[in-house]
């Protein structure tokens, strides 16, 4: 089994690792002042949180408009132009005096973006790492994205409260800047994946010969609607315990290390298909107890220990890499990482507005029970070999 120092000599893995570290802190930063600069403007929870979690569900938008090019652009100059598209929109919103429009359409831009970025990247990263050190490799972005967002809300909070949240924002354009200097000089030319030029007919092709296959349909729905429903409990947090809500992000994030370690270093390839579903009731069983009154140490205890649970998204991922031609790879992982993504959106969103009915520790429960409900109805079908790869071009 491949150790991370082999990891890091791999040519190109680090550079990219770099990159997308860098990314992560950046669009952590420009979120946070963003939310901050509109709250200031309109007083308003509700426009606040729509400002820096907006992207996510524009994400939705992108799946059925640019996937395509994920696959049809040369991977190095994708990254790059993403990464200098990101410093654009980011810098468009530090403009003083932008109208509440033109900030939604610059949102829009950002999320359509971030919608390719995703299949770009793990497309890329399965061409630099072979088929079995992929699951590795992966297991150390995601590592490194949450270190980045807390290092990114760290500096965030330090750059709004020393600068401007404008200022802040350009910081993040900088940063960004950064992220595509590492890619051009770290990356290699290589060719698209797949032939033809990208568009809206062709993403709605390949999406629908994705979804059309029961094995793929049955993981991305594993991928998507489990955790999503898990990330809503998360998002209670602050209103469940607003005294402990840090120490309850923290257990958190240590969880998501461990089962990210577990499963990416330590898990022998002949169990993974095997704990799919054990990881993904672990991920959601523990915040059942939080209906009932729980001391804040057993609280911290569940939720650090459901948070190993989100290892079954690398397995997962594995398993769609299995399923999937590599000519429509980046199409594939990118419709993972945006519906994802979209998810955890809906999961929070989903999750505020059963709290507004029911005490929030009840509402965490339920979403929990949710989240098992779906997990005990994809597990048979979990359960089955993968397949043969089916081509999809």
């Known amino acids: 089994m491949s150790t991370y120092r082999e ?3 791999t040519p190109e893995f680090t550079p990219l690792f770099a990159g997308t570290s860098v990314a992560v802190a950046a669009r ?5 002042a963003l939310g901050t600069m509109v709250y200031a403007a309109t007083g308003s929870p509700l426009l606040a949180a729509l400002s820096m979690f907006g992207p996510s569900f524009a994400q939705l938008l992108g799946v059925f408009t640019v996937l395509s090019a994920a696959d049809r652009l ?3 100059a994708a990254t790059v132009g993403i990464a200098c598209l990101f410093a654009a929109g980011t810098a468009t919103l530090a403009v003083p005096g932008l109208p509440g429009w033109g900030t939604a359409l610059v949102i829009l831009g950002i999320g359509l973006v971030s919608s390719l970025a995703g299949g770009v990247r793990w497309a890329l990263l399965g061409e630099i790492l072979s088929t079995e050190r992929y699951l590795l490799g992966r297991s150390v972005f995601n590592m490194a994205v949450g270190v980045m967002q807390i290092a990114g809300f760290a500096l965030g909070g330090v750059l709004v409260a020393v600068l401007t949240p404008r200022q802040a924002l350009l910081v993040a354009a900088g940063l960004h800047l950064v992220a595509a200097a590492v890619a051009l000089l770290g990356l290699t030319t290589r060719p698209p994946r797949a032939p033809g030029r990208p568009s809206i007919r062709r993403t709605w092709q390949v ?5 059309a296959s029961p094995g793929r349909r049955t993981t991305y729905l594993a991928l998507w609607v489990p955790n999503g429903l898990v990330v809503g409990c998360e998002a209670l947090y602050v209103p469940y315990a607003p005294a402990s809500a840090s120490a309850l992000f923290v257990v958190t994030a240590f969880g998501m290390l461990a089962g990210d370690t577990f499963v990416g270093r330590f898990l022998p390839q002949r169990y993974r298909h095997r704990l799919i579903t054990p990881l993904q009731v672990l991920l959601a069983a523990p915040f059942l107890l939080f209906a009932l009154p729980l001391p804040p ?3 911290l205890t569940a939720a650090g220990l459901g948070a190993v649970g989100f290892g079954a998204g690398l397995l997962l991922q594995d398993r769609l890499l299995a399923q999937t031609d590599d000519e429509v790879r980046g ?5 993972h990482s945006a519906g994802m993504l979209s998810m955890h ?9 059963v709290a507004e009915f029911l005490p929030v520790g009840t509402a965490m429960a339920v979403m929990a029970a949710a989240s098992l409900c779906v997990s005990a109805t994809l597990a048979a079908a979990l359960r089955r070999p993968v397949p043969a790869r089916v081509r999809v071009g």
């Open 7 to 9: 990891l890091f000599r």
């Open 28 to 32: 952590t930063l420009s979120g946070l």
């Open 74 to 76: 040369p991977p190095r």
């Open 207 to 211: 999406n629908g010969r994705l979804w």
């Open 297 to 299: 140490g057993l609280a």
């Open 331 to 335: 199409q594939a992982l990118g419709l």
């Open 345 to 353: 959106a809906v999961g929070a969103t989903v999750a505020g507005a």
